[in-house]
């Protein structure tokens, strides 16, 4: 059975929007065969090559422009503590994300309050936000490997899905960073979380990739583990179809990210700033409309750049081993020619990335590869990316895919 929004369509067994709930999906890309396991980082190259793909078809809604990997299997995808997605390890995300904290302490009466974090990664937000507000925390990630229990910071962890149900605490702030796109059914999880909600006053913050950037562009963080890509007008649709109000919502992170801000009852009144609306919508639609082509394009031209950067004597590198670089690797480079691929984040140093089986190493490496051309897939870092290769004394061109 298809789910669509807790209910089956009845024309063929085709999809129904998870976010308006009304119309039947329309497939528009198909990227075929994908990583499945883009936060999987192997221990050897047999293992990588090995690591599993799964189907690709991209579909949208012509009413909300909502889209949805319409072939996802969720028995495909297992999330567990060998999975590693932490951004914490970037100084730039760093910051973001205490002045994230630093917004919603000083925005909503946390102290003393209780906050669910719903696929907490590794807990760096949860504990920081505990701190900083004098709230009281619940994370639950089946990522999470660190100690499971009560934490200093008035957090509690638990390595494991949150269990929606009365075994949850009373929860009066509900927080869910880059865990939202994951789930199979996410208008069914807004709608539970806003039955034990009840009556009273709770709050909330999701946080997703933004699809009005992720469609209108080369599409590298259009991964298999994203089941949903939501842009404004369909992240606020979802949310108040689910008996959510929503506060604010807008994008972040040099536009990478969408913040919605959700409550269970507020009035009008309190709503900071203008919804999507139409408007919004139609530019989403246009972006879908060209994604195909557009992510076609990108995935050749960058196949071609790679080549004439090979043939004059270059030695090109990729930086960033996360789920866009899986993505940029196994579209742009699946021969595994590039020199090197590096990263901040210690524990993904000497492992290799699933399907083309590219070894990662320390940005300190750089310095000895003698490369001229270094390629970065996240336009947010390509400040913090620029400042590294100068303290590293690596003179080469950074482009950023």
Known sequence: MIRAGGRTDQLGGARICDACGGTVLVPFADLGEIPVFCGVHWGSPTEALASPLGTMLLAYCPDCAYVRNIAFDPAALVYDTTMDTNLHHSPAFQSFSTELVRHLAGRYPLRGATVLDVGCGQGE??????????????????????????????????SGPAPLDDRLPAFDFVTSRHWFEHLDDPYGFLV?????????PVHGYLEVPDAGYDLATAGWEVIYPHVSYFDGHSLCRIVERAGWRVVATGPLFSGMFRYV??????????????????????????????????????????RSLIDRALAAGD?????????????????????GRLAAVVDVNPRKWGRYLPVTGHRVTSPEELATLGTRTVIGTNPAYRNEIGATLRELGVEAELLIA
Do not use: N
Request: with cysteine; aromatic share 8%; charged share 25%.
């Open 125 to 158: 937000f949860l504990r920081e936000l505990c701190h900083v507000a004098g709230a009281r925390g619940v994370g639950y990630d089946q990522m999470y490997a660190g100690p499971i229990g009560p934490d200093p910071s008035g957090a509690t962890f638990h």
């Open 192 to 200: 539970r979380l806003r039955e034990l909600a009840g009556d009273r």
């Open 315 to 335: 030695r090109p590198v990729l930086w960033g081993a996360g789920s866009r670089g899986v993505q940029f690797l196994h579209l742009a480079d699946p021969a």
């Open 261 to 302: 801000e959700i409550a269970s009852k507020v009035p009008a009144s309190a709503v900071r700033a203008e919804l999507p609306g139409p408007a919004d919508r139609d530019r989403q639609l246009d972006s879908i409309a060209g994604f195909a082509d557009r992510h076609a394009t990108e995935r050749e031209r960058w």
